[in-house]
Nanobody
Framework: QVKLVESGGGLVQAGGSLRLSCAFS?????????????MGWFRQAPGKEREFVAA????????SYADSVKGRFTISRDNAKNTVYLQMDSLKPEDTAVYYC?????????????????WGQGTQVTVSS
């Protein structure tokens, strides 16, 4: 099955930057390679529901962002490396959360959790004030 492993989380001061990575592994025959999936990033802060952060279509041609991160975060993917990235700049304390990578069998951009089939284990991002 598909496996997603996030990395790159950590502790950073407000105004700083982090780059999250999500490595995809699993089915590799042509119909179900990494490039067959759209990818997304979500986050969940303590006591809150998981919320959408960013998503990217199968070929990177379309992206979508939550209003709270628009202009500060950038999602990208490298289909040759089976990896999706989330560049986070101008971080704020309210960005503190566990960040999850997800893969959807839809090829278009998906912004809701129910549209995703596979999830990573999450990586902690903590932004200090």
């Amino acid at each position: 099955q598909v496996k997603l492993v996030e990395s790159g989380g950590g502790l950073v001061q407000a105004g700083g930057s982090l780059r999250l990575s999500c490595a995809f592994s699993g089915r590799t025959f042509s119909s179900y390679s990494f490039s067959s999936y759209s990818m997304g990033w979500f986050r969940q802060a303590p006591g809150k529901e998981r919320e959408f952060v960013a998503a990217i279509s199968w070929n990177g041609g379309s992206t979508s962002y939550a209003d709270s991160v628009k202009g500060r975060f950038t999602i990208s993917r490298d289909n040759a490396k089976n990896t999706v990235y989330l560049q986070m700049d101008s971080l704020k304390p309210e960005d503190t959360a566990v960040y999850y990578c997800a893969a959807s069998e839809y090829t278009i951009v998906i912004t809701y959790t129910e549209g995703y089939n596979y999830w990573g284990q999450g990586t902690q991002v903590t932004v200090s004030s």
